[in-house]
């Protein structure tokens, strides 16, 4: 996430060199992003049965950040939804990055993870600068919890790695929503 807990700001972190945090290859995933490839356009599957697409609109951002979706891992810089732990990790740095709005992105979070809104955009969102891009590597694990390496890409400056476990919990209608980050050590 974007945010750190506590307040303050943090960055990003996600696939790197062609490699997520676990060192799993995507360089031969196919990426359409000219042909604007989606859910129903879906590229190859790799040997974990994982498949890769670009997403929509994506560009040549796709090219650094193509999409993984499979049981338990979200990879990309795509919307994300309130389905899985993986999911809502992905919505909310969606809201923060691509939406820039804190209002959506604390809408998925509990109010005891204690991130408002107000903080959220004042430290957060307002400071990135324009053209920032973003790229999440998350993987649910036991009870809701994420692994997550996020990375974020400031125009003119050295990509950004941020490893966070990222607690989810389901909500009201089964939604997932947030309800604690814990900043961990770079590796």
Avoid: W
Avoid at 15 to 36: C, F, L, P, W, Y
């Amino acid at each position: 996430m974007g945010f750190a807990a506590g307040g303050g700001f943090s960055g990003s972190a996600a696939i790197t060199d062609g490699q997520t945090a676990e060192g799993e290859d995507v360089r031969n995933a196919s990426v359409e992003s000219q042909s604007g490839a989606g859910p129903g356009d879906a590229g190859p599957v790799d040997a974990a049965g994982e498949q890769s697409v670009a997403p929509a609109g994506a560009g040549e951002a796709a090219a650094h950040c193509p999409e993984v979706v499979a049981p338990g891992h979200y990879a990309g810089a795509g919307a994300g939804d309130e389905a899985t732990p993986e999911g809502v990790v992905a919505a909310f740095e969606h809201a923060y990055y691509v939406v820039k709005d804190a209002s959506a992105a604390t809408a998925l979070v509990t109010p005891d993870a204690s991130i408002d809104a107000e903080t959220l955009r004042r430290e957060g969102i307002d400071r990135l600068p324009a053209g920032t891009t973003h790229c999440v590597d998350a993987r649910a694990g036991q009870d809701g919890a994420v692994e997550v390496v996020l990375v974020e890409a400031r125009p003119g400056q050295p990509e950004l790695e941020i490893r966070q476990r990222i607690t989810t919990a389901a909500g009201e209608g089964g939604k997932r929503k947030i309800t604690g980050i814990e900043h961990l050590a770079p590796s």
